[in-house]
């Protein structure tokens, strides 16, 4: 293999392990918040347990993830120097703001979460985490910045005399259609992911140690909380699949397999065989390709040759077309999965209805594994957005062979082999951390009949 094609799957090993606990940090700092905010309201005993038991774990992750994240940053510079000399003074912007502001930010507050409770006050020790909720957001946001530059090029312009792209409107980066669709999509991406590790792991408790105030309602938390995720990311995975077929056409059309320009395009819900070709079964949705791609029942969608020879014309001799099989398939999981985790949500919905869900051992049992679904999602979603832009490492610019850095297939091979085996320690290191304590139980929280009052009021 090349040392471009090892550069490439060196950087997706990497950044898809460290994608596993970005989702958990961002999502999981926000419902500590939420439930240390109903504990400080109520002061009822079972919420402070809730926070303590999801903080430990929180703990591990934020430390796996803080490891893990540094290693991308060294990677431009390493293996793709050619691309952070091209794009250097405009991605050096919101990856300087993430570290000096978000992760500052972030890792101060925490210290004083972790290491404050009983020195500092209540509200000051609510505050912190609040903090840290805040910061993880903010380092998504400006990281997602830096990404959709290479998605959807703004606010730059080509120095003449270097041939480098040079920032001219800083808000412009910020107002990026792309970016403003991809936060929002992956905070809601990430609510979902920890609203489901907080189901899964109260459902194991409940099926192996009974019935518990705390799990009782953390339950209830994770189940509306990935109800209510999932149901607002269908919208707005939407609104970005139009803005995608806007900015990035041809990956619209290759996540269909449309090779052709149709107007009133229907929608593959699965395709058996030769995509390009004649598949051996296809399940289709008449004109729906065309309501999603515009909201409009006869819309054209621009197919992969027109596509493709309209970029020859405006970019020279060349293959355009990303991988098809891979934005086919990796399209459908992620919309696949997100529909089974709302379907989970809504069952969970109807059972906490009915005043059952703690008891539904089928539905516990279940739940432990759909802890699984999130992370499929999320992997493939990534894998979606950077391979279907694809022949570009910044889409229109600067193809993805030109930003290599100038390594033997040697060198690149070796680190690759090296990440790989250390990451796999890390995951089993993290693995058993957070299996060893998710598994460990809760005493009864003491409670008195005012609180057990209020909580009946509530739940």
């Known amino acids: 293999m090349s040392a471009l094609a090892l550069s490439r799957w060196q950087f997706a090993v990497t950044i898809i392990y460290h994608f596993i606990f970005v989702p958990i940090t961002i999502g999981m700092a926000l419902s500590l918040a939420i439930m240390q905010t109903a504990y400080h309201r109520t002061k009822n005993e079972k ?37 952070s000399i091209f794009v250097g003074n405009i991605f050096g912007a919101p990856l ?45 946001l400006f990281i997602l910045a830096a990404n959709s530059f290479m998605q959807h090029p703004v606010g730059y312009k080509i120095d003449p005399a270097t041939h480098r792209a040079v920032m001219t409107d800083f808000f412009a980066l910020l107002g990026n259609p792309t970016l403003i669709v991809t936060f929002f999509h992956t905070l809601l991406a990430a609510i979902t992911t920890a609203a489901a590790i907080i189901l899964a792991v109260s459902a194991y408790q409940l099926a192996k140690h009974g019935r518990h105030p705390a799990f009782s309602a953390a339950i209830r938390f994770g189940v509306v909380v990935l109800f209510v995720s999932m149901f607002l990311n269908a919208f707005v995975g939407h609104i970005q699949g139009q803005v995608m077929t806007k900015e990035q056409p041809m990956k619209m059309a290759a996540a269909e397999a449309l090779y052709n320009t149709q107007t009133g395009a229907s929608f593959s819900l699965l395709t058996i065989g030769n995509l390009s070709d004649q598949p051996i079964f296809q399940i289709r949705l008449p004109h729906l ?55 989970f949500g809504a069952v969970g919905l109807w059972y906490m209805r009915r005043r059952s869900l703690d008891e539904t051992h089928w539905y516990l049992k279940a739940a432990v594994w759909v802890a699984a679904l999130p992370f499929i999602a999320n992997t493939t979603g990534w894998i979606f957005t950077e391979v279907g832009r694809q022949p570009w490492i910044v889409y229109g610019l600067l193809k993805t062979s030109g930003g290599v850095s100038d390594l ?26 957070m299996f060893r304590y998710a598994r460990k139980p809760l005493s009864e929280p003491p409670q008195s009949a005012e609180s057990a009052h209020t909580a009946d009021l509530v739940y």
Not at 62 to 75: D, P, R
Not at 409 to 433: E, Q, R
């Open 47 to 83: 919420y402070a347990q809730i926070v303590d038991f999801f903080g430990k774990l929180f703990a591990i992750n934020f430390a796996i993830g803080v490891v893990t994240g540094i290693v991308q940053e060294f990677q431009f510079g390493m293996n793709w120097s050619q691309y």
């Open 96 to 140: 300087a703001i993430e570290g000096l502001l978000a992760f500052f930010l972030e890792s101060t507050f925490l210290g004083i979460w972790l290491f404050g409770k009983g020195k500092v006050s209540e509200r000051v020790h609510l505050f912190s985490i609040w903090m840290v909720s805040i910061g993880t957001m903010f380092s998504a």
């Open 289 to 343: 390709l065309s309501v999603l791609a515009d909201n409009s029942w006869n819309s054209t969608v621009q197919g992969i040759n027109q596509l493709q020879a309209q970029d020859v014309a405006k970019y020279g001799p060349g293959s355009y077309e990303p991988p098809v099989w891979v934005t086919y398939w990796t399209f459908r999981i992620m919309v696949g999965v997100g529909g089974l985790l709302l379907l």
């Open 408 to 433: 033997s297939a040697l060198s690149v091979g070796i680190t690759l082999v090296g990440f790989t085996v250390i990451y796999t320690i890390l995951a089993i290191v993290d693995g058993m951390l």
